[in-house]
């Protein structure tokens, strides 16, 4: 007697072997799977008709012409994976490309905001991967401007039987958003009820899972329901909690291989570089000058003594304006090289003591979070009921609510005099007293007040009919009409630095008090004295007073709803010699509409450091039509077992685009023999600009000027070329130009100006199944060109294209950022401005190999799953000039991953797993070489700018008895950590989806079934 799970196991490996030939299961009907070696009377189970994903039409048999995975809870389960998002991320269409987990977005801009996860097919983008709930559209979910995705922390693991993937362009059946492919999620409908447990904790403490769901269902004359309810908690895994996490390094490397970073002659390690905190940034004017000449030029205070013990202060020759400083502060940031040649500083020898003293790590730092903590809640109710023959009613409900918390810290700084500025007495602040020279400064503290919190409510809601009819010239056909609603209302709440607490008192020659009538020009605070030279605000300890004066906290609010009514009938025409003719037609009207509403400091422009926005506000409306028709040819005949063609159409209208969008998709099922099969598709996509890409009010992110500006130290840079060296001359910018202060990137919507995406996507497999062994093996090529792709050029690009060009400084990319004239901070980039437009082209293309093999064996059935997908290209055409972006095997775009599973089915009580997960190589060698200085501190090193290829190992093993089944198991079994990198400043482990930031964990289920 066969187990659950090997029940389980034996039923995923039919489905995946008739997936494999082009299966496709139920989007409503649950259906019994029987494998090859059973007896032929029981394939009378299959039999029925159902609908398939990527489809309308009901089909008797499981041939698809697509290339479909499926993906089931229960291997979740049995693999240690927690959620939704983690069990579909493990698709080769997934993780051959970069993904929004937890870590990628908490560490970068994302769409949806903090805490949102979603899927990428095909590197394509999520908002081109469109996800169904039972075949039905499932409405976005998010905060900030930018959603317009489904967000996975919706919907639980326990409400899900499967998840199909149809890796194929099927906008055609669907409509906008399915460029990449479509996800399906099917919920369970069997009878009876569970209680499922689950614990994932590391071998080191941080980021915790726990899991507690139930679900109870049961089917009655005349209908069926079933509820299920869900709770998670992820805790947060913060930075201090790894150690290939807490301390970035330069990572850079001599010829000889030996290591090249600054030790830290404090801890006797390489120099960690994180982000430097804590220094008064000089701008020296002095003629005769006595600070280092290395930028940035940084006095540094000497908490410990270790600054005293190790190096000089400031000499002093006596020529006028020279730096003079309060006790316990000292220049750093320099070395030999960077103070020959100063008189002041003759016959004093320091190395590069001072290179490795820089305060670039504290404390804050080992606090921030990389995997946010999360917290989800989650109710979930389906119900049908016969209100006559062949008609019946159906709904389902789903609210869930996530709350996600990060941890961080920043910078935050302003402009003084000191005491005795320029000799005149220009600062009474107190704790500028003792700053004397012709030097102006800039305080620089740290604070770990850049923490947030955002809470997610989540509802949606169906209603539909579906029947048969069962006479007259429609006999046979059945229909559905649904209407679907859901809402996703988000805060976001964060921390913010009151931009009038600094701007107001920046370069100040009198106390706050006399300053704007004592109070602050937008909030009108009481103004507080801010001691900005005391060490201690610079190491992030200050007064309450203090805090309330700068700080606060404040909430912002998006909404977005979607509300659609779908129908379709669907049937067979009339009977053709090789099959019946089957054709479905059908329609959809949907209405979106966001609002997205920043907190009161965003609106009134007053937070520091970041930009002011206004209210992102929109609506789109879409019609459509789409019909049909599967054409069986040939049957039963040589070299023809099968020979069916399918083709679809829709047109679509959108009211805020011109153009009616008109696709198409023609799909060939050739099975030649019982043995071997070969699929193919050819179709179009049409995608109109989501409401983020029409209306978004700017989003900002920082961006390093070192990164984004090719004039940045321009004269000393070798790799330059004599086009952009040309541009950054007639521009006026100094060779030596290097500015720190970062830019300001604000991201925006693009309405009246973008025009909608098309698609072309061609698809071709073959599949064997030989007869001589429970195998089944299937290739299948992809290649999919999105014409007019709607995007957002990086701000290191927009800036490439200006002083690239020919045309400088006319150039339209050079109208889409802005620099500071010449004089104090002069010719920074302060700010870019990356709109989304419509770029020319992006084509994704490749390989999926897809294996099931079934072996008999003395312990049990040993049923091996093994798939990899490789990326031949990935590229962006930018514009009409060929600047092409190829991400190809580059950091998170890696170009084969793959994994092989391992299943003992044993005729006990207990089952064994094994899986591995490969991800390729990847480098960005020769895009660092073109973009990035190689040299450190001035000495020529080499970087390590490419990752190893990474395998992980899951073990694990499960119990069953009576109504219970345990599961326990290790994943991460080696403990294998991400990849070290360089990146010419800071490096170590890469941030990107792929990689695994937890460690070696144990993970425990405990299911009881009644």
Request: with cysteine; aromatic share 12%.
């Amino acid at each position: 007697m066969k187990t659950r799970l090997g029940r389980r196991l034996m039923s995923s490996s039919a489905l995946a072997i008739a997936i494999s030939m082009g299966g496709a299961y139920a989007q409503d009907d649950s259906v019994e799977v029987t494998t090859i070696a059973e007896d032929s009377e029981d394939d009378a189970s299959v039999q029925d008709k159902v609908v398939v994903t990527g489809s309308r039409i009901a089909r008797n048999e499981f041939t698809s012409p697509v290339a479909i995975d499926v993906l089931t809870a229960d291997e979740a389960k049995i693999e240690g994976l927690g959620d939704v998002a983690a069990l579909l991320q493990t698709s080769t269409a997934a993780s051959g490309s970069s993904q929004i987990n937890g870590a990628v977005a908490n560490e970068f801009v994302s769409n949806g905001g903090t805490g949102a996860e979603t899927l990428s097919l095909r590197g394509l983008g999520a908002n081109r991967t469109l996800f169904l709930l039972n075949g039905r559209r499932a409405g976005p979910s998010g905060t900030r401007g930018s959603v317009s995705s489904f967000d996975l922390n919706s919907i639980p693991l326990a409400a899900v039987e499967r998840v199909e993937i149809l890796k194929d362009g099927a906008s055609a059946v669907y409509g906008s958003d399915a460029i990449a492919g479509v996800v399906n999620i099917i919920t369970r409908k069997e009878d009876g009820g569970t209680i499922d447990g689950y614990v994932s904790a590391p071998f080191e403490s941080g980021g915790e899972e726990f899991r507690l769901s139930g679900s109870y269902g049961k089917s009655f004359d005349r209908g069926s329901f079933r509820v299920t309810g869900d709770y998670f908690k992820r805790e947060i895994l913060a930075r201090g909690d790894r150690e290939y996490l807490d301390c970035n390094e330069a990572y850079a490397f001599n010829p000889d291989g030996s290591r090249a970073d600054v030790i830290d002659p404090r801890t006797g390690q390489f120099q960690c570089r994180d982000l430097l905190w804590g220094h008064i940034w000089i701008y020296d004017y002095a003629a005769d000058t006595n600070v280092p000449t290395t930028f940035p030029f940084l006095a540094q205070y000497d908490y410990d003594g270790s600054l005293a013990a190790n190096i000089p202060g400031y000499p002093s020759n006596g020529s006028p304006g020279q730096l003079q400083v309060p006790n316990g502060f000292f220049p750093i940031y320099y070395d030999q090289n960077d103070i020959s040649g100063l008189p002041a500083w003759n016959g004093i020898n320091v190395g590069t003591e001072p290179r490795g003293l820089v305060d670039y790590d504290h404390p804050f730092q080992n606090a921030e979070t990389l995997v946010p903590e999360v917290e989800r809640f989650t109710l979930m109710f389906e119900g049908e009921f016969e209100l006559a023959d062949n008609v019946t009613a159906y709904g389902e409900a789903l609210y869930n609510q996530r709350t996600t918390y990060s941890d961080s810290y920043r910078q935050f700084w302003s402009y003084h005099y000191g005491e005795n500025s320029f000799g005149g007495s220009t600062n009474p602040e107190p704790s500028a007293q003792g700053w004397i020279g012709d030097q102006w400064f800039s305080p620089t503290a740290i604070s770990d007040r850049a923490d947030e919190e955002v809470t997610v409510d989540y509802m949606r809601f169906v209603g539909g009919l579906r029947g048969e009819i069962n006479s007259g010239f429609l006999d046979g056909f059945s229909w559905d009409l649904a209407y679907q609603y859901s809402q996703s209302d988000g805060d976001y709440t964060e921390d913010f630095i009151y931009q009038d607490a600094i701007f107001d008192y920046n370069f100040q020659t009198s106390l706050c008090g006399a300053i704007n009538g004592g109070v602050t020009s937008v909030t009108g605070t009481p103004c507080v004295d801010v001691p900005w030279f005391d060490p201690e605000l610079l190491r992030g300890n200050y007064s309450q007073q203090v805090e309330d004066f700068l700080f606060t906290r404040e909430t912002g609010n998006t909404e977005y709803t979607q509300s659609s009514i779908e129908g379709y009938i669907s049937g067979p025409l009339f009977t053709l010699p090789a099959g019946e003719l089957g054709a479905a037609v059908g329609f959809l009207y949907q209405e979106d509409e966001i609002t997205d509403t920043p907190s009161g400091i965003v609106l009134a422009g007053n937070a520091w450091g970041a930009s002011s926005a206004g209210v992102t506000s929109g609506s789109q409306e879409q019609t459509a039509i789409y019909g049909e028709v599967e054409i069986p040819i040939l049957a039963d005949k040589p070299l023809a077992e099968s020979l069916t063609l399918t083709a679809s159409g829709r047109i679509t209208d959108i009211n805020t685009v011109d153009d009616q969008g008109e696709t198409y998709r023609v799909a060939l099922n050739w099975a030649l023999t019982p043995e071997f099969r070969i699929r193919a598709t050819q179709g179009t996509s049409f995608r109109a600009p989501g409401l983020f890409e029409l209306y978004l009010a700017d989003e900002t992110s920082f961006a390093r000027q070192g990164i984004i500006d090719p004039c940045f130290q321009w004269g000393s840079n070798t790799d330059i070329s004599p086009v952009v060296a040309a541009n950054c001359a007639a521009d006026g910018i100094p060779m030596d130009h290097a500015p720190a202060i970062s830019a300001d990137v604000f991201r925006g919507g693009g309405l009246g100006q973008l025009e909608p995406e098309t698609s072309d996507n061609f698809s071709a497999g073959v599949v064997w199944t030989p007869s001589f062994a429970d195998l089944s093996v299937a290739v299948d090529y992809f290649d999919i060109e999105i014409n007019d792709e709607i995007t957002t050029l990086s701000a290191q690009r927009i800036l490439q294209l200006c002083y690239t060009s020919d045309n400088f400084p006319n150039d339209p990319s050079c109208s889409r950022f802005d620099r500071n004239p010449a004089g104090p901070d002069g010719f920074r980039i302060t700010d870019v401005r990356a709109q989304f437009i419509n770029v020319a082209s992006q084509t994704n293309e490749g390989f999926d190999v897809t294996m099931r093999y079934n072996h008999e064996t003395p312990w049990g059935d040993l049923i091996v799953d093994a798939q990899a997908t490789h990326q031949i290209e990935a590229f962006t055409l930018l514009d009409g000039r060929g600047d092409l972006e190829d991400t190809n095997g580059e950091y998170g775009e890696p170009e084969t991953t793959g994994y092989i599973n391992f299943t003992l089915d044993t005729d006990t009580d207990w089952d064994f797993f094994w899986g591995i997960d490969y991800i390729g190589e990847t480098d960005q060698i020769e895009r660092n070489t073109d973009d990035l200085a190689q040299t450190l501190y001035g000495v020529p090193v080499s970087y390590k700018w490419f990752t190893e290829e990474v395998i992980y190992h899951t073990l694990s093993t499960e119990y069953t008895r009576d109504d219970w089944t345990f599961r326990v198991g290790v994943s991460n079994v080696f403990d294998e950590h991400p990849p070290a990198v360089s990146d010419a400043d800071s490096g170590n482990s890469l941030i990107v989806s792929q990689y695994d930031y937890l460690g070696r964990r144990v993970f425990l289920n405990l299911t009881k079934s009644f």
